[in-house]
């Protein structure tokens, strides 16, 4: 089994290294951690599984190198605005390649049926706690159960095997005939604790609950409410048990947070632009997502003046 992993950062490495370990030939496409990887492999320090390396089969900086279609991609790029996903995997995509995307966020999957109408599409949902620390090192907290299911609907003979080989992998992986609920369930927990983190100056996913535990649930009600809306009732004790998770894992940064912090796109719109899209199409009153929105959108225009402001001092100091 063939597997190219296309964006390699905490997610897809972490998961590519399992299905490494399970057997599968995992190539990666690596492009700031080229040099660390290419030379020093990956490194995976999981509180629950243990340390371990991980050597891709092939470590590259372009999907145009790939020298042949794989059964598997992989996508773990984030969903921002600048990232086209559909021309970034086109080049490696063959006959029967299924492209398997292990992103956040709702709405976002019609661009990929779209545009590849002949190959399968599967949705993934990633329910995990893992940061990217350093290049090419990668710290696993807490979780990590995936869930994949087929687009529009559905479970494929192939997408049955990927969940195989993760579970020989030592991790849980589920299959869903209706993952687009799915989709809904993980932002229930996404909509809050992601702009949140950025919106309050850095603090942690407990830190956030012990102090703002109404303003979190609120949240959740309003997701629920959308999702129900459009056609994916969620259950009623799903707010309950995000809670509870919550307060059982270890204080964690959200990827949001890091991508702030580190001055990256945030994904923004896939978690909350595209909720708030879809309750105002269905008439969805979400009074909290609308402020945390429009906080985020201002956060995101100090995130551009301050790259504006470092290319400046650059192109300054390049003058002189």
């Known amino acids: 089994m063939k597997v190219l992993v296309i964006g390699a950062g905490a997610i897809g490495a972490f998961y590519g290294s399992l299905l490494a370990q399970a057997g599968a030939e995992v190539s990666v496409i690596c492009r700031s951690d080229y040099d660390q990887v290419k030379q020093h492999d990956f490194i995976i320090n999981s509180q629950a ?47 029967n390649t299924s492209i398997v995307f292990i992103q956040n966020g709702v709405g976002i999957e019609q661009e990929m049926l779209e545009a590849f109408p002949n190959n399968e599409i599967v949705s993934g949902l990633a329910f995990i706690c893992c940061n990217r620390i350093n290049p090419g090192e990668i710290l696993h907290l807490a979780y990590g159960r995936l869930v994949l299911g087929n687009l529009p609907g559905g479970v494929s003979r192939k997408t049955m095997q990927l969940c195989e080989l993760f579970n020989q992998s030592g991790i849980e992986c589920g299959a869903s005939e209706d993952i687009v609920t799915g989709r809904w369930q993980k932002c229930v927990w996404n909509a809050p604790f992601n702009p949140l983190s950025v919106l309050s100056g850095g603090l942690q996913t407990l830190d956030i609950l012990q102090t703002q535990e109404p303003l979190v649930r609120s949240i959740m009600h309003e997701v629920c409410d959308i999702a129900a809306a459009s056609g994916h009732p969620l259950p009623d004790d799903i707010v309950n048990i995000n809670i509870e998770n919550t307060y059982a894992m270890p204080p964690y940064k959200t990827s949001m947070l890091l991508d702030y912090e580190n001055g990256h796109p945030m994904e923004t719109e896939a978690i909350l632009g595209n909720t708030l899209r879809a309750a105002r199409r269905l008439g969805v009153a979400a009074p909290h997502l609308e402020s945390v929105y429009a906080l985020m959108k201002l956060r995101e225009l100090k995130l551009t003046d301050r790259r504006t402001e470092r290319r400046r001092r650059g192109e300054r100091r390049k003058a002189k």
């Open 49 to 95: 599984l243990g340390r371990w390396n991980f050597t891709p089969a092939q470590v590259l900086k372009s999907v145009t190198d790939l020298e042949a279609p794989p059964d598997y991609i992989l996508l773990c790029t984030k969903v921002v605005p600048s990232v086209d996903r559909v021309e970034l995997i086109r080049p490696a995509v063959g006959r």
